[in-house]
């Protein structure tokens, strides 16, 4: 995508994307894709819960 910039701090880590209104509208139907990979990107080493543990908990706490 020739509209979009990244913007990288003075230690050239990405920072922001700055993305031309044109191509946000060609691009619409893949806005949900994309907002996907931004939230799984920021999440990724956030602390990491086993499945059944958490199912466990819901049992507990009368929720499943």
Known sequence: M??????????HNKQFAQIEIESVEKLEEHWDDFLDIIIAEMRKNDEK????????????????
């Open 2 to 11: 020739e509209s979009i910039s990244i913007i990288r701090d003075i230690t």
């Open 49 to 64: 819960s086993d499945w059944n543990n958490f199912v466990d908990e819901l049992k507990a706490e009368g929720k499943l």
